[in-house]
């Protein structure tokens, strides 16, 4: 089951990359060219939600659940984690800064919807998808596999 979870994982955050993408540059091109804010703006941000959202369960699911690295470093130390080590990373600094992404997502969600005009949705959703795929970014493994098939 952990296998496949973090296959799983590791492949759905491209989903969650590409949908934030795809939500901003929509934003950006639909405020450039004054055109309305729906249909697709609202499509692709409860999209990009609802992907960071199953991101969200997966590694929630692996943190605490699954994943050998985290259940066994945090429930057997007693002593401070080496800051750069994996186990750090896994088991602090990762959750933290995906939680901070997840609540950024949902954040922004909700000042998107209260704007007043196309033009200040557009705005608010290339502002705070923006700054949501930078928090995401920011608490990616880089130094793992791009897409992990094994």
């Known amino acids: 089951m952990y296998l496949w ?3 799983a994982h590791s492949a759905w955050r491209w989903v969650v990359l590409i949908a934030g993408f795809a939500a901003v540059v929509s934003a950006s091109i639909r405020l450039s ?5 729906a249909p697709s703006g609202p499509r692709l941000s409860k999209f990009f939600g609802i992907a960071v959202d199953i991101q969200a369960l997966m590694g929630a699911a ?6 050998p690295l985290t259940t066994v470093v945090v429930s057997s130390t007693n002593t401070a984690l080496p800051p750069g080590s994996e186990a750090h990373f896994f088991a602090i600094l990762h959750p933290a800064i995906m939680v901070a992404a ?3 997502v949902h954040i922004s969600s909700v000042v998107i919807r209260r704007g007043r005009s196309d033009a200040a949705r557009q705005r608010r ?3 705070g998808y923006s700054i949501t795929l930078l928090i995401f970014t920011s ?3 880089w130094w793992r596999p791009w897409l992990r098939l094994w």
């Open 5 to 7: 979870l973090l296959i």
């Open 33 to 37: 060219g004054q055109e309305a804010w």
């Open 62 to 67: 692996l943190y605490l659940l699954f994943s």
């Open 102 to 104: 997840f609540i950024a």
């Open 125 to 127: 959703s290339i502002i």
């Open 139 to 141: 608490g990616l493994p």
